[in-house]
């Protein structure tokens, strides 16, 4: 299973970005499909994820303002992230959780800045 994260960038305070991952290869069934991030200096964290049901969870700092989202059809995910703040700077990983496996993307950087 290989992830692809796209649409990270440059961004102002209050800004908008929306982030896709694209999945290949061969995944079938139920699996969870999540974002997480990790800002220089510190612990990768979950950001938000998502069950093949649709049963969605979000780290505190980031409700009321971040959407999580999938595609099962076509294996992705995305995240809509809204009022965007200098503290959501970070590297966006996509991570898919399957048959025990933990894959990884290889990250999109995200920088909230005037």
């Known amino acids: 299973v290989q992830l692809v994260e796209s649409g990270g960038g440059l961004v102002q305070p209050g800004g908008s970005l929306r982030l896709s991952c694209a999945t290949s290869?061969?995944?079938?069934?139920?699996?969870?499909m999540g974002w997480y991030r990790q800002a220089p200096g510190k612990e990768r964290e979950l950001v938000a994820d998502?069950?093949?049901?649709?049963?969605?969870n979000y780290v505190d700092s980031v409700k009321g303002r971040f959407t999580i989202s999938r595609d099962n059809a076509k294996n992705a995910v995305y995240l809509q992230m809204n009022s965007l703040k200098p503290e959501d700077t970070a590297v966006y990983y996509c991570?898919?959780?399957?048959?025990?496996?933990?894959?990884w993307g290889q990250g999109t950087p995200v920088t909230v800045s005037s």
């Open positions: 290869g061969s995944i079938f069934g139920n699996y969870v």
């Open positions: 991570n898919v959780k399957y048959l025990m496996t933990s894959y």
């Open positions: 998502i069950t093949s049901s649709g049963t969605t």
